[in-house]
């Protein structure tokens, strides 16, 4: 229906402006979607200043996933060599152009020269124009929106824009104008609500944590007091240390050559934070030699793990990842901690971003404000500094446990985040996401009605981003069956969370994943009409790979918990390639970088557990089913790591 309207719109649009003047045919950009619980409250009004700003496309990003491949294609000649940071942000500059033709349109509709600035990094042309101005100039209509419950008003003009037709081939995206304050700072909700599982924030485009936790039960304690507790015996009940090394053949590898400087970097969003505490009561257990030892925080944008909170929630996520990325590690490698945003505002995927490569850093105070934190914060209490542009080291392998819906999202939004993590991919860095817990439902349980929007319960299924962006590697759970051993095959997980995945909405299927994704849906079509799923095979299908996401033994405030989730599974698997990256280090090799063209290569058939038992559920649905290969739950299957080991000390 809504993309009827917008055809028939388009078509009546271009005929007035064809018979105006041919050169003035008019497109429409970007996707409009009004999130659930907003509604119009009245149209803006004309004398209204906007901060209008133009995002220009990108030089060259058309090919960004030939220059990745180049780099990190097992059979490229070039495997390795990858980028410099000025080569990427040269490379990528928007060119002279689009500067120059989104200027001349901004004057030729009447807004004087004196009044456009283009911004520092050349990428935003921008300019405070009055509403009748930005209508004009997008053919648009600007209302005041109010949220039900949190009384935020934004403006927008939620039922899209057009371009000139010769202007819109150089500009990525305007602001402001279909995209909603992610963030509802409304006046009852000044403060971000600490996430934890089941956060509905799931609708807002926020990173949510991917973890679970529950308090060690009587039944648990009981068990162990009648049972053999050796830690193998039991990785059905506890996983720890011991179980994921022989799960995944990951032996303590020798320590690296001192040369070698490979860092792993843990993404967290603020609230969430690790205590010191937690870290030495695991390590106390676990591995006794890394008592006090710490990662290096690198603070972004107000970061702070001085979290005034004794709600377990809030304690779930971080101590999770360095607890378990430390441990599988040792003490060979430098652990960096990004802690992102304040207690305030908290951070987006893209201020984190914005910290790593200072040329996506694209203006003052975040890239879009109606999505991402404005640094210096606005608010009372908030972080006064400025915000960070390319002030934090760049990790060799970064992961992150935190994900949003591809659906509450605008596409060009997702699409301009997506190119940034193929940026790191040039640089070196591999980039690990998880695939969210709530099967082939997005975060919060959100499915997505036929007209676009995000709904509880039913509709069609609603693939997690990061995840689904071609060029990260997205993580999915496992569980060792209940009884079980150590040794057994593992299923995909089916207990207290159900892996993400699926098929993008928005993104197109890699070259290096064509095969895989098209074996699956020939041998094992599943068993939904088109409307469920995209099922066209053209677009990416996620998860890549997966590990074990049930019953981690975490210190959480002083005890121990079992947390659940693709958040487990994301740091152990980034845990193995930082392992890796140290022993290419001693052979004097590079790190890996982007490792899914490597994995998906038929060099790697055999270095996988695969896995095929389970399902994903959600939207009302059985989900998918892990089947032989690839599947959209499990991905590839879980790592052989001394199989991987020797297949990447092969390379270049
Ligand atoms: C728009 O107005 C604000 C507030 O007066 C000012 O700080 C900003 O520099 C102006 N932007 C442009 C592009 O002129
Ligand atoms: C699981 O781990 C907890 C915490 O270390 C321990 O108290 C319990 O005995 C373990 N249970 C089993 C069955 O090993
Ligand atoms: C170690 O890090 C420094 C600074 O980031 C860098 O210049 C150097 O090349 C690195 N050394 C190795 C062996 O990676
Ligand atoms: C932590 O919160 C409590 C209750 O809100 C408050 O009384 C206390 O002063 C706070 N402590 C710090 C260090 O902010
Ligand atoms: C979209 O559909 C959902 C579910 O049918 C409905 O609740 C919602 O109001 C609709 N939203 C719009 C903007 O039409
Ligand atoms: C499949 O998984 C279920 C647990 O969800 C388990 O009961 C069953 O034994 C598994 N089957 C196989 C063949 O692994
Ligand atoms: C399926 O995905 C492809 C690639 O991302 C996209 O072009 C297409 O529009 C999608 N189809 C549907 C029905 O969503
Ligand atoms: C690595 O490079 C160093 C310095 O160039 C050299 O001394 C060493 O022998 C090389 N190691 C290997 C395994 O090639």
Redo the contacts with the bound molecule.
């Keep these: 229906m809504a993309f009827l309207r917008r055809l028939l719109l388009a078509v009546v649009v271009s005929v007035i402006a064809v018979a105006a003047s041919p050169l003035s045919a008019r497109v429409f950009h970007d996707d409009p979607r009004v999130p659930p619980g907003y509604k119009v409250l009245r149209r803006a009004a004309p004398h209204t200043v906007l901060p209008f700003r133009v995002g220009l496309k990108q030089s060259n990003i058309d090919s960004i996933e030939s220059f990745l491949l180049d780099v990190s294609h097992p059979e490229s000649p070039n495997y390795g060599k990858h980028w410099t940071a000025a080569q990427v942000a040269e490379t990528f500059r928007p060119s002279s152009e689009s500067v120059g033709t989104v200027h001349n349109w901004l004057t030729e509709s009447g807004v004087d020269a004196s009044r456009i600035k283009l911004s520092a990094s050349g990428a935003w042309v921008q300019a405070n124009v009055t509403i009748a101005e930005a209508e004009r100039l997008l053919e648009a209509e600007y209302y005041i929106y109010e949220h039900e419950a949190t009384e935020s008003r934004h403006i927008a003009c939620g039922q899209g824009y057009t371009l000139p037709a010769d202007v819109a081939p150089h500009v990525d995206i305007v602001l402001p104008t279909v995209h909603f304050d992610a963030k509802h700072r409304g006046r009852r909700s000044m403060k971000r609500s600490e996430s934890g599982p089941g956060d509905a924030a799931g609708s807002s485009g926020r990173p949510v944590s991917d973890a679970v936790i529950q308090k ?1 039960d009587a039944n ?2 009981e ?2 007091q009648d ?1 053999d ?1 050796s ?1 193998l015996a ?1 990785c059905d ?2 996983i720890t240390l011991a179980c994921l090394r022989v799960l995944y053949n990951f032996p303590e590898f020798p320590k690296p050559a001192s040369s070698s400087n490979r860092t792993i970097g843990i993404v967290e969003y603020t609230p969430q934070a690790y205590t010191p505490e937690d870290l030495d009561n695991f390590f106390k ?1 676990y591995s006794p030699s890394q008592v006090g030892e710490r990662p290096n925080e690198v603070d972004i944008d107000g970061g702070t793990i001085h979290v005034n909170s004794t709600n377990s929630n809030s304690f779930g996520e971080s101590n999770l990842d360095l607890q378990y990325a430390m441990g599988l590690l040792g003490t060979s490698q430098d652990v960096i901690l990004y802690q992102n945003g304040d207690l305030v505002e908290g951070a987006s995927f893209d201020n984190f971003l914005d910290a790593l490569d200072g040329s996506f850093c694209t203006f003052e105070g975040g890239d879009d404000p109606s999505q991402d934190s404005i640094y210096p914060d606005p608010f009372p209490g908030g972080f006064t500094g400025p915000e960070n542009c390319g002030g934090a080291p760049l990790a060799h392998v970064i992961s992150t446990s935190y994900g949003t819906n591809e659906a509450s999202l605008t596409p060009a939004y997702a699409q301009r985040q997506c190119a940034e993590y193929a940026k790191l991919g040039l640089m070196g860095t591999t980039v690990l996401y998880s695939s969210g817990d709530e099967g082939v439902s997005g975060h919060g349980e959100l499915c997505i009605a036929p007209n676009g929007t995000e709904v509880a319960g039913s509709g069609a299924f609603n693939p997690t981003f990061p995840g689904v962006c071609p060029f990260v590697t997205s993580v999915g759970a496992t569980q060792v069956n209940p009884g079980a051993s150590v040794h057994d095959p593992e299923s995909s997980c089916q207990q207290v969370i159900f892996p993400g995945g699926g098929f993008s909405n928005v993104f197109a299927l890699p070259e290096y994943q064509k095969t895989a994704v098209q074996t699956y849906l020939t041998k094992f079509p599943p068993p939904y009409p088109p409307t469920q799923f995209n099922s066209t095979g053209r677009s990416r299908g996620f998860p890549d790979i997966s590990a074990n996401g049930a019953n981690y ?1 975490v210190s959480i405030l002083g005890e ?1 918990a079992h947390v659940f989730g693709t958040s487990c599974a994301t740091p152990v698997s980034a845990a193995f390639i930082a392992a890796i990256n140290d022993a290419r280090a001693a052979h004097n090799k590079s790190s890996v970088g982007f490792i899914n063209p490597t994995l998906y290569s038929s060099a790697f058939k055999n270095a996988f557990n695969d896995i095929t038992n389970g399902t994903n559920p959600g939207c009302g649905t059985e989900g998918f089913a892990a089947r032989p290969g690839w599947d959209p739950l499990t991905g590839l299957g879980t790592p052989n790591v001394e199989k991987w080991l020797q297949l990447f000390l092969e390379l270049p």
């Design positions: 060690l648990t304690l068990f162990a049972a507790t830690e039991n009940k506890n257990t033994i121990f």
